[in-house]
């Protein structure tokens, strides 16, 4: 069965600063793979999902930006965070035959 | 639009309750699909279940029991006897068939379990 790493686990940057989230996959090929955002209040947002090694769509307009440059690994970015950019992130693994998504552990972004 | 609904914000039971948390979807999807997880404090979302549309049979897996109902569009999901460790916030989710697979989740059900 597939495993999703996450890092960093927890991050306080300053408004203004970069991010870089990264997530990896292990255990399975040719994944989709998803980040989701879930802000205080629980609803979890689907923020960016990629279907192949290039492929990225978005699902909802931000100053986040997303990129695969490997089969299982899966980048969030920012190049200037925002107050309103604070939140868990997840990143989620899935296959196309079965249709669940195995999360990670989460990353907590702070945003000062 | 993909639409889900968990109406339970929050619910609270003493342990050995039977509980039910409550889901109904939106789609004009054809195929879909439905999904329970939990996450406990520790943040991480585990699955719990899977059902296709097709698929109406009510699921039982140790205490855990789930009812998709597609008349009423709804997939509830129960827990017998409840314990303490039960406790975690329950998310339902829908995706369709399409090869992206994006799940599309309810606002969850923070579920306490006291002792």
């Known amino acids: 069965s597939q495993t999703i790493h996450q890092w960093p686990a927890t991050l306080v940057q300053p408004v203004g600063s970069p991010l870089s989230l990264e997530c990896t996959v292990e255990?399975?090929?040719?994944?989709?793979l998803y980040w989701y955002r879930q802000a205080a209040g629980r609803g979890l947002q689907l923020l960016f999902y990629?279907?192949?090694?290039?492929?990225i769509s978005s699902e909802v307009p931000q100053n986040l930006s997303a990129s695969r440059p490997q089969d299982r690994q899966f980048i969030l970015s920012s190049k200037k965070l925002l107050l309103s950019d604070s939140g868990f992130y997840l990143c989620?693994?899935?296959?196309?035959?079965?249709?669940?998504?195995?999360f990670g552990e989460g990353s907590r972004l702070t945003v000062l | 639009a993909q639409k889900v609904t968990q109406a339970q914000t929050e619910i609270s039971v003493v342990e050995k309750e039977d509980v039910t948390l409550d889901c109904v979807y939106e789609?004009?999807?054809?195929?879909?699909?439905l999904f329970w997880y939990k996450q406990p404090p520790s943040g991480e979302l585990v699955f719990l279940i899977r059902r296709n549309s097709f698929d109406e049979q009510n699921e039982i897996s140790g205490r855990y029991s789930w009812n998709f109902q597609k008349s009423t569009s709804s997939f509830n999901f129960t827990i017998t006897a409840s314990q303490v460790v039960d406790s975690a916030v329950y998310f339902c989710a829908l995706s369709g068939s399409g090869s992206a697979r994006q799940l599309t989740f309810g606002s969850g059900t923070q579920l306490t379990v006291l002792p």
């Open positions: 789609t004009r999807d054809t195929t879909y699909y």
């Open positions: 989620a693994c899935g296959d196309r035959g079965r249709g669940e998504l195995f």
């Open positions: 990629s279907v192949g090694i290039g492929q």
């Open positions: 255990g399975t090929s040719n994944p989709n």
